[in-house]
C-alpha cells in the first residue's frame, strides 16, 4: 500500500473526529467542554499510538507500509494534526465567545 495514501486515510479519519468535536463541543457548558477537550487532545494521541501498533501487527503479517525510519511520515502526520487541533480548538473558543456560553448551569 502506498504510504502517502495511507497517511492521507489516517488525516481523514482525524478530520472526522475533529469535525465531530467542533459540532459538538460548541454548545456544551465550559466544565464539560474543559473535559472533552482534554479527552480530544489524548485521544489524537491513543490514535497515532493504535496506528503505530497497529503498522508493526502488519509488518509481522507480511502487509508492508512504508513510513520511513522509525515511522517518521507517520509522527509527521501526528504532529501536524496536533497543529490542526489546536486551530480547531482556537475556532471553537472564538465561537464559544461570541455565542457566549455560560460557564455554570
Known sequence: MNEYLASAIIYIVFLLFSYGFYIGS?????????????IYFFGIYFYFDLLGQLHHYLRDHQFYIEFGHADLLLIMVMLFCYLNSFIVLMVVLYKRWKLKIPEQS
Open 26 to 38: 460548541i454548545k456544551l457548558k465550559t466544565p464539560i467542554f474543559f473535559v472533552v477537550g482534554l
